[in-house]
């Protein structure tokens, strides 16, 4: 009987894995707050003007136009949900507290969108209306974010 041999060509080596360990999970937010801290760069998912945005150090962001401000204000996003960098991910049970992550944004204008057309009509009536009109907008600059070291009590 001929023996069941298989044949593999000297190229074509049998794959072999190499296994990927993933980075350790941390076991408290202090240590995931750390090792957040430590990547090069970060991003948070913040409530703002009744949406959420991802937002890094030094975006601009483009809001419904907030009366109570004027450009050169500093705000201080509060409703921050989740805080990340590259490896990891932290997120709030529904926002993360405000003492462990600071996030300011400067107005820098208040300005006007694209003109914008809504044209209005009642068919067999000779009823023909067009309204045009801008919607008005504040862009804020995304300051850094920082996240505090924790105080040992």
């Known amino acids: 009987m001929a023996s069941l041999l298989r044949w593999c060509s000297p190229l074509r080596q049998p794959l072999t894995r190499a ?58 996003l509060d409703e921050i949900h989740e805080l990340g960098s590259r490896e990891y991910t932290l997120r709030g049970n529904p926002v993360i507290p405000a003492n462990k992550v600071k996030v300011e944004a400067t107005v820098v204008e208040h300005t006007k969108g694209q003109m914008e057309y809504i044209f209005k009509k009642k068919r067999r009536k000779g009823y023909r209306k067009t309204i045009q009109h801008k919607q008005p907008y504040t862009r804020l600059r995304i300051g850094s974010i920082e996240i505090p070291l924790e105080q040992s009590s």
């Open 19 to 76: 296994l990927h360990t993933a980075p350790a999970l941390p076991d408290s937010t202090a240590t995931a707050l750390q090792l957040i801290r430590s990547q090069p760069s970060q991003y948070v998912v913040a409530s703002f003007a009744g949406r959420k945005y991802i937002l890094t150090p030094r975006d601009m962001l483009t809001v419904p136009h907030l009366r109570d401000v004027k450009v050169g204000d500093v705000l201080v």
